[in-house]
């Protein structure tokens, strides 16, 4: 079974700051990825996905991630944050053949000050 | 174009009790799964359905169940409530695609509290 690791359990940066939040997943097989960001108050939404091809993804809001196979590894990036970043971010993980199925990571919470 | 409609939105249920939740996802997305997010485990998932049937089942107990009709809409029930069973219930509905999942939408949640 697959699972996926946030190492970032709290984030505080200053807005403009650099972002980069690491996510790690454990599969031996082929995966989609995803981020997924929860704003206060708000429902889960997404933020960048992963299929196949270039390993950069850009999202929304100026995200994006890499994807480096050779790591498990899928870290989000955000090259200056702002106060309105401030929300929970998880990574899932689809592992390929199980429909719809995601596992997430325990999320990251971050908080960015002015 | 409305968003996934999770209702009801808060409820309170007593130890041995059992409740159903109710989601409807958007028009047109015919894959509808289940996820319980509790402080301690994160985002855990329960099943989802695709045309009326389960296609997958996370690790809860028996106790845990769904349904999808006709119209996708689903409905998911806990019977026998325990107080660990305390929860945000998320729905999420996708357009599923030949041989990938498309995005999930999530509605906001049924917050349950067992006491």
């Known amino acids: ?114 | 174009k409305a968003g996934v409609t999770q209702t009801p939105r808060y409820l309170i249920k007593t130890r041995g009790q059992q409740v159903t939740l109710s989601c409807s996802p958007i028009s047109g997305h015919r894959s509808v799964s289940w996820y319980q997010q509790t402080p301690g485990q994160g985002l855990q998932f329960l099943f989802e359905y695709f045309s009326e049937t389960q296609r997958n089942k996370g690790n809860f107990p028996g106790r845990f169940s769904g349904r999808q009709f006709s119209n996708s809409r689903s409905e998911m029930n806990v019977s026998t409530l325990e107080l660990g069973d305390s929860a945000l219930y998320l729905c999420a509905s996708s357009f599923w695609t030949s041989g990938r999942p498309g995005e999930l939408f999530f509605g906001e949640g049924s917050r349950l509290t067992v006491l």
Do not use: M
Request: contains cysteine; aromatic residues 14%; glycine residues 8%.
């Open chain 1, 1 to 114: 079974a697959q699972s996926v690791s946030q190492h970032n359990h709290h984030v505080i940066l200053s807005e403009a700051a650099s972002l980069e939040l690491g996510c790690n997943y454990s599969y031996g097989g082929t995966v989609n990825l995803f981020w997924y960001v929860q704003y206060p108050g708000q429902h889960l939404q997404l933020l960048l996905k992963y299929f196949s091809g270039d390993p950069l993804v850009k999202g929304i809001k100026g995200f994006e991630a890499e994807f480096i196979k050779s790591k498990f590894s899928f870290n989000l990036r955000k090259p200056s944050v702002q106060w309105s970043d401030t929300a929970e971010y998880f990574c899932a993980v689809n592992a390929t053949g199980t429909a719809s199925k995601l596992t997430f990571g325990t999320g990251t919470r971050l908080q960015v000050t002015l």
